[in-house]
């Protein structure tokens, strides 16, 4: 697992990259292997993104996961949420939060941590893997690409990667240098069957 990250360009839908980056991070409660820890999205499409982000997250229903209203369960134990409220209360100093999802009354009993996303300056200000409903968004200019590449490589995680690009020869550059099991195009990036 780790900082999975997916990458977008400014080809990329917005609508279909917000659809995708919300199943990547959220479902499950953000509990999954493949899960997505940071959107890298480049700055000329960044505004449209987070405001859409924003306003899909406020449709998110958290709660009792037998419900099929429900979005977001509940995370797997004390322990987790406790880790999740410490990085909830480092990001409020040193990052800013595009949105919180809504929570009600039913969520007061059991370990429920409202799906967050901030805005990062650098992959950098995450020191260890968030597990959970935790989603990090950076802006990326155009000739930054194999910067990007290379912060991920260098977290010294690998298992996956999403790209949302309608160009093939940019889906193929971070393809070929990016250090990861699985890389997944114009997708969400958990629940595949490989192969």
């Known amino acids: 697992g780790g900082q ?24 499950s409660a953000g509990q999954r292997c493949s899960a997505a820890r940071v959107l890298f999205v480049q700055a000329d499409i960044a505004d449209k993104v987070i405001g859409m982000l924003a306003g899909a997250m406020a449709e998110l229903r958290v709660g009792d996961p037998a419900l099929l209203s429900t979005d977001v369960g509940p995370v797997i134990d004390t322990d987790a949420l406790k880790l999740l409220e410490d990085h909830a209360a480092k990001m ?50 155009a000739d930054q690409l194999d910067a990007v ?38 997708r969400n990036q958990i629940g595949a069957v490989v192969g």
């Open 149 to 186: 590449i290379d912060a991920i490589n260098a977290t010294g995680y690998g298992l996956t990667l999403g790209i949302h690009s309608r160009i093939d020869d940019t889906i193929e550059r971070i393809a070929a240098r990016a250090r990861v099991g699985n890389v997944y195009v114009n």
């Open 4 to 27: 999975n990250a997916l990458i977008a360009d400014s080809s990329a839908l917005p609508e279909q990259l917000v659809k995708d980056a919300l199943a990547s991070a959220f479902t």
């Open 92 to 141: 409020a100093g040193s990052a800013k939060l595009i949105a919180e999802a809504k929570t009600g009354d039913d969520v007061a009993h059991g370990t429920f941590f409202a799906p967050r996303a901030w805005e990062l300056q650098s992959l950098s200000q995450l020191t260890r893997e968030n597990f959970g409903p935790a989603l990090h968004v950076i802006r990326w200019q």
